[in-house]
């Protein structure tokens, strides 16, 4: 049965303001109204430009309409393949088909996995001892106030998902945030890990990769604790964003990328599965059991370790014990039980057909599945896709009509390793390969202040000229550019290299154009209990303009992608920064016996090819727009094709050595790090274990790996001129 949240004492102030970015402006307002009308009433003297229809689809936010889609997602906690996940849906499908778009369900049996029994006991000296043991409650506190106790009473226990099943005794290793440096480091300093339980902390890396490296190194199995270091500030949740002492962040400790049981292709009914026994021994899960820690708990682990200090960047942060090595003499006692099962999950799909070009699709996609409420991850990107339906609902019947059809896409079960999308890329990948302009993504579309967003490079002055066009959700005197181009980020535009969310398998696997966008960074209360409604409203968006303003950059690039008549895309630009990623790896083995001159010539091939497109594109939008000159849509197609097609070209049907779902040979993760980035990753990887064998045969595979980039590169090129050879 669905709990549904008590509203009564929840501040509603913010949903009764509904100025579409946040700024009293009589003017903009005035001019929406004045635009609005004159369509109602057929005033105008030629049918609306696709431009006039933008202006019109900014001027249609409303925060008001963003928060209530963000209240009725949040209601419950709903992880996927639980009922309040498939609720979740239904209200997603329902709003959609209300905005006049049929929605439908797209469902998967995928497995996934469950806490069945969580213990963990810390004793002051390993056995024999007879000093009593200490057991942790392992619950996250249900802070004062909450206006939805018997919902938070139903979130699942923090687990990690995927973790093995079993238990593990030994004396606690502290090991840093459990990189492969930080036990290189401890192997270094004399600590032995073997059989020992390792104490890590979130916040570097991903979950997943801390547990494998501490098994790795011999561990039994690992705790992982967030530190209040780096997640609770000066002032903890309700009083403060930070997280407070009980918090614990959940996740999956998956390796791979969609359902465990059908890797590489999609989990439709009665299709091959691999055994509970293959997906074990598959590499992707972990090999030792672990369980998620609070602050609390972590700290009290830390006060039991002995031995030699860690190095002062290891420490904690003020007030917090003295961080030692160990190993022990605190004593680790570790249970976990899971429970991995086939379960349904769904995911909710709608579109708006195309009138010119029904069979090019621009998709715009976003998880709904949370570990607990979801507030910030995902829900708040949710929202903003519900309010991009709304708005463009209301175009419709102001007689709008895309060129090209737009696919919006809700996915599940991203949290457990981005299942849901994997699986639909997976099932539709020959249609997809062939007919997707570009995907668009947003996770957690609100954490809080700062805009933030990585594509594949032809995308980036597509989002830079959608972001001038949206006021700043805090600062009314600018536009979300100014603000950006402001920021301290060193870079301004992050790219698609790592596999943090569900635009990996469109990228990394298929090679589709594409973008994720967000407001804030990370968030201190990430995949906890503290994620909900509540929190967002006094800190991640209190005014929800942030939503908005997401919203509003967020489907105008959907629409100048669906409504321009030649695709904006760049590939000059693309080309420039491929050199410089490649004068980073010369860098990185001078004096080793390898060339990147094949690289670099086939780069230079690929500017050229770009520097001709964007030179034919120009000539023909010249053309079809003479005076008395009839259009050519089949040149037009034709051309915008091969931009389309371009980014497919960077893939290889090999994929990445020993990760051959990565199909991508200049975007893929970090082989350490599934959420950090890599440019050319197959060449970093052979680099880096070339690095640590340093034998001949280890870097002519570098020079193999350098030799299938330029490949991949010439064929780009070969596919921008658009001629055979």
């Given at each position: 049965?669905e709990?549904?949240?008590?509203?009564?004492s929840?501040d509603k102030?913010?949903l009764l303001?509904?100025t579409?970015?946040g700024a009293?402006s009589?003017?903009?307002l005035s001019?929406g109204v004045l635009?609005i009308l004159?369509?109602?009433l057929?005033?105008?003297?030629s049918?609306?430009?696709?431009?006039t229809?933008?202006?019109?689809f900014l001027?249609?936010g409303?925060n008001a309409?963003a928060?209530?889609?963000?209240l009725?997602?949040t209601?419950s906690p709903?992880?996927?393949?639980t009922?309040?996940?498939?609720?979740a849906?239904?209200y997603?499908r329902?709003?959609?088909s209300?905005?006049?778009?049929p929605?439908h369900?797209?469902?998967y049996?995928?497995?996934?996995?469950?806490p069945?029994l969580?213990?963990?006991a810390?004793?002051?000296?390993?056995?024999?001892s007879?000093?009593?043991?200490?057991?942790?409650r392992?619950?996250?506190?249900?802070?004062?106030?909450?206006?939805y106790a018997?919902a938070?009473?139903?979130?699942?226990p923090?687990f990690h998902?995927?973790a093995?099943s079993?238990s593990a005794?030994g004396?606690a290793?502290?090991?840093?945030y459990?990189r492969?440096e930080?036990?290189?480091n401890?192997r270094?300093?004399?600590?032995n890990v073997?059989?020992a339980?390792?104490?890590?902390?979130?916040?570097?890396?991903y979950?997943?990769e801390?547990?494998s490296n501490?098994a790795a190194?011999g561990?039994a199995?690992?705790v992982v604790y967030?530190d209040s270091?780096?997640?609770?500030?000066d002032?903890w949740?309700p009083?403060?964003?930070g997280?407070p002492?009980?918090?614990v962040?959940?996740?999956s400790?998956?390796?791979?990328i969609g359902?465990?049981?059908?890797?590489?292709?999609?989990s439709?009914?009665?299709?091959e599965?691999?055994?509970?026994?293959?997906?074990?021994?598959s590499g992707?899960?972990?090999?030792?059991?672990?369980?998620?820690v609070?602050?609390r708990?972590g700290?009290a682990?830390?006060?039991?370790?002995?031995?030699?200090?860690?190095?002062h960047d290891w420490?904690g942060?003020e007030?917090a014990?003295?961080?030692?090595l160990?190993?022990g003499p605190?004593f680790l006692?570790?249970?976990y039980?899971?429970?991995?099962t086939?379960?349904t999950?769904e995911?909710v799909?709608?579109m708006?057909e195309g009138?010119?070009?029904p069979?090019r699709?621009?998709?715009?996609?976003?998880h709904r599945?949370?570990w607990t409420?979801?507030?910030?991850?995902p829900?708040s990107g949710?929202a903003?896709?519900?309010?991009?339906a709304q708005?463009l609902?209301?175009?419709q019947?102001?007689?709008?009509?895309?060129?090209r059809t737009?696919?919006?896409?809700n996915?599940?079960?991203e949290e457990y390793?981005?299942?849901?999308?994997?699986?639909?890329?997976?099932?539709?990948?020959?249609?997809?390969?062939?007919r997707?302009?570009?995907?668009?993504n947003v996770d957690?579309?609100?954490?809080?202040?700062?805009?933030h967003a990585?594509t594949?490079?032809q995308?980036d002055e597509i989002i830079?000229?959608?972001t001038?066009?949206?006021?700043?959700?805090?600062?009314?005197?600018?536009?979300?550019?100014d603000?950006w181009?402001?920021?301290?980020?060193?870079?301004?535009?992050?790219?698609?290299?790592?596999r943090?969310t569900d635009?990996?398998?469109f990228?990394?696997h298929?090679g589709?154009p594409?973008?994720?966008l967000?407001?804030?960074?990370?968030?201190?209360?990430y995949?906890?209990l503290?994620?909900?409604?509540?929190?967002?409203?006094?800190?991640?968006?209190p005014?929800f303009?942030?939503?908005v303003a997401?919203a509003?950059?967020?489907?105008?690039?959907?629409?100048?992608?669906a409504d321009?008549?030649?695709?904006?895309?760049?590939?000059?630009s693309y080309?420039?920064?491929?050199?410089?990623?490649t004068?980073?790896?010369?860098d990185?083995?001078l004096?080793m016996?390898?060339?990147f001159t094949?690289?670099y010539?086939?780069?230079?091939e690929l500017?050229?090819?770009?520097?001709?497109i964007?030179?034919?594109?120009?000539a023909?939008e010249l053309?079809?727009?003479?005076?008395?000159r009839?259009?050519?849509?089949l040149?037009?197609r034709?051309?915008n094709?091969?931009?389309m097609?371009a980014?497919?070209a960077?893939?290889d049907?090999?994929?990445l050595?020993?990760r051959e779902?990565y199909?991508?040979?200049i975007?893929g993760p970090?082989l350490?790090d599934?959420?950090?980035?890599?440019?050319?990753?197959g060449?970093?990887?052979?680099?880096?274990k070339?690095?640590?064998?340093n034998?001949?045969?280890?870097?002519r595979f570098?020079?193999?790996?350098?030799?299938?980039?330029?490949?991949v590169?010439t064929?780009?090129s070969?596919?921008l001129?658009?001629?055979l050879?």
């Amino acid at each position: 049965m669905e709990t549904r949240m008590d509203t009564s004492s929840v501040d509603k102030t913010p949903l009764l303001d509904r100025t579409a970015t946040g700024a009293p402006s009589a003017r903009r307002l005035s001019a929406g109204v004045l635009l609005i009308l004159l369509l109602l009433l057929g005033l105008t003297a030629s049918p609306p430009s696709k431009a006039t229809y933008h202006s019109l689809f900014l001027s249609l936010g409303d925060n008001a309409t963003a928060a209530r889609h963000l209240l009725a997602l949040t209601r419950s906690p709903h992880v996927a393949g639980t009922p309040a996940n498939a609720d979740a849906a239904s209200y997603v499908r329902s709003a959609l088909s209300a905005a006049s778009f049929p929605a439908h369900v797209a469902s998967y049996d995928v497995l996934l996995s469950y806490p069945v029994l969580r213990s963990l006991a810390l004793s002051p000296s390993p056995p024999p001892s007879s000093a009593p043991a200490t057991a942790f409650r392992l619950v996250q506190e249900i802070y004062p106030g909450v206006p939805y106790a018997d919902a938070a009473a139903e979130a699942l226990p923090a687990f990690h998902a995927y973790a093995r099943s079993g238990s593990a005794a030994g004396p606690a290793v502290y090991a840093n945030y459990g990189r492969v440096e930080d036990f290189a480091n401890l192997r270094a300093m004399g600590v032995n890990v073997t059989g020992a339980v390792v104490l890590a902390r979130y916040g570097k890396i991903y979950r997943g990769e801390i547990v494998s490296n501490a098994a790795a190194a011999g561990a039994a199995a690992a705790v992982v604790y967030t530190d209040s270091k780096d997640y609770s500030g000066d002032r903890w949740f309700p009083d403060g964003p930070g997280m407070p002492p009980s918090g614990v962040q959940a996740g999956s400790t998956y390796r791979g990328i969609g359902d465990p049981t059908t890797p590489g292709w999609p989990s439709s009914a009665g299709c091959e599965r691999l055994s509970a026994a293959e997906v074990a021994t598959s590499g992707m899960t972990p090999g030792i059991p672990s369980l998620p820690v609070s602050a609390r708990d972590g700290e009290a682990i830390q006060r039991s370790i002995g031995g030699q200090a860690a190095p002062h960047d290891w420490q904690g942060g003020e007030g917090a014990p003295v961080y030692r090595l160990g190993p022990g003499p605190g004593f680790l006692n570790l249970t976990y039980i899971g429970n991995e099962t086939l379960a349904t999950i769904e995911n909710v799909c709608a579109m708006i057909e195309g009138e010119d070009e029904p069979d090019r699709y621009v998709i715009l996609g976003n998880h709904r599945d949370a570990w607990t409420f979801g507030a910030v991850d995902p829900n708040s990107g949710t929202a903003a896709l519900l309010e991009i339906a709304q708005r463009l609902g209301k175009l419709q019947k102001r007689g709008w009509r895309p060129r090209r059809t737009i696919v919006f896409c809700n996915w599940d079960a991203e949290e457990y390793g981005l299942i849901g999308s994997t699986e639909w890329v997976e099932e539709n990948k020959e249609m997809l390969a062939s007919r997707a302009i570009a995907y668009l993504n947003v996770d957690c579309a609100v954490g809080g202040p700062g805009f933030h967003a990585s594509t594949t490079p032809q995308l980036d002055e597509i989002i830079k000229q959608a972001t001038k066009k949206v006021q700043d959700p805090d600062n009314f005197s600018q536009m979300v550019y100014d603000s950006w181009v402001n920021s301290n980020d060193s870079k301004l535009i992050g790219r698609l290299g790592g596999r943090g969310t569900d635009f990996a398998a469109f990228v990394q696997h298929i090679g589709v154009p594409s973008v994720d966008l967000s407001f804030g960074g990370g968030y201190p209360v990430y995949h906890s209990l503290y994620d909900d409604f509540v929190w967002m409203q006094k800190f991640g968006d209190p005014l929800f303009h942030r939503h908005v303003a997401a919203a509003s950059i967020w489907g105008l690039v959907a629409l100048t992608l669906a409504d321009d008549e030649f695709l904006p895309f760049n590939y000059i630009s693309y080309a420039l920064e491929l050199q410089g990623s490649t004068k980073t790896l010369e860098d990185e083995v001078l004096g080793m016996p390898v060339t990147f001159t094949p690289l670099y010539r086939s780069i230079e091939e690929l500017e050229k090819a770009a520097t001709n497109i964007d030179k034919e594109k120009k000539a023909l939008e010249l053309e079809v727009g003479l005076v008395g000159r009839r259009k050519d849509p089949l040149k037009v197609r034709e051309l915008n094709d091969r931009l389309m097609m371009a980014e497919r070209a960077f893939t290889d049907r090999e994929g990445l050595f020993h990760r051959e779902w990565y199909k991508h040979l200049i975007y893929g993760p970090s082989l350490h790090d599934d959420y950090g980035s890599n440019s050319f990753p197959g060449i970093d990887d052979a680099i880096q274990k070339a690095k640590s064998l340093n034998i001949s045969d280890s870097w002519r595979f570098v020079q193999h790996e350098v030799w299938r980039a330029a490949r991949v590169v010439t064929q780009a090129s070969r596919v921008l001129h658009g001629k055979l050879t």
